[in-house]
């Protein structure tokens, strides 16, 4: 796939909106997914996010690189723009939340018998992700949802991996320490 979007990206770089198209229609779902979590679940917002990267993708096909995979490019992107839309948003206060359930997001956890089961816990685990500074959710959200390597999360975020390591480790300790996962551990027991 990296090379068949590394051609995609050169041709959106000539100019083929055809190809821009392919990639949107590629990276959306995804992208869409990760920036739910990023942008607390405010549509419109997610929505702008996705347009301005993907118009950013294509000003600034020409001068990708090729020092990481086209995807990782594509997040850095929408992690610069969503910061940037959280900073000029901070006094929106009409967010629409949706659970991790909507999503399709949170199916490899430990499953619970019942349907309402699941949905507490995915309620409890959307909660406990909104509970993790914005820094500790953004690394979480990309290694264990997005499938990025902690070395691609680290390009993405512009931050060293090192930064991406202990980020981790601590989100981890928070979510193992938060209440309400605790108490669904105790009832999945």
Same mark, same amino acid.
């Given at each position: 796939m990296d090379t068949e979007d590394e051609v995609c990206l050169a041709r959106i770089a000539h100019g083929d909106q055809a190809e821009l198209g392919e990639l949107y229609a590629r990276y959306r779902p995804r992208l869409y997914r990760y920036l739910w979590q990023q942008l607390h679940g405010d549509a419109a917002l997610v929505e702008e996010v996705v347009q301005d990267t993907f118009l950013a993708v294509w000003r600034a096909a020409a001068t990708y690189r090729g020092e990481a995979r086209v995807v990782a490019w594509l997040f850095r992107i929408a992690q610069r723009s969503a910061g940037r839309s959280q900073r000029s948003a901070a006094q929106r206060a009409n967010v629409n939340m949706l659970s991790?359930? !909507?999503?399709? /997001?949170?199916? /490899?956890?430990? %499953?619970? *018998?019942?349907?309402?089961? $699941?949905?507490?816990?995915?309620?409890?685990?959307? !909660?406990?992700?909104? $509970?993790?500074?914005? #820094? @500790?959710?953004? *690394? *979480?959200?990309?290694?264990?949802?997005?499938?990025?390597?902690?070395?691609?999360?680290?390009?993405? +975020? &512009?931050?060293?991996? &090192?930064? *991406? #390591?202990?980020?981790? @480790? %601590?989100? $981890?300790?928070? +979510?193992?320490? !938060?209440?309400?996962?605790? @108490?669904?551990?105790?009832v999945n027991s």
């Open positions: 991790l359930a !909507d999503l399709g /997001e949170g199916e /490899e956890h430990a %499953a619970p *018998v019942g349907h309402e089961e $699941r949905t507490l816990t995915r309620l409890a685990l959307h !909660d406990a992700l909104a $509970r993790l500074s914005e #820094k @500790h959710r953004a *690394v *979480v959200l990309l290694v264990f949802v997005q499938g990025f390597t902690s070395e691609e999360a680290a390009e993405i +975020l &512009g931050v060293p991996l &090192g930064t *991406v #390591k202990s980020r981790l @480790h %601590a989100a $981890r300790a928070a +979510l193992v320490n !938060d209440p309400a996962l605790q @108490h669904i551990e105790e």
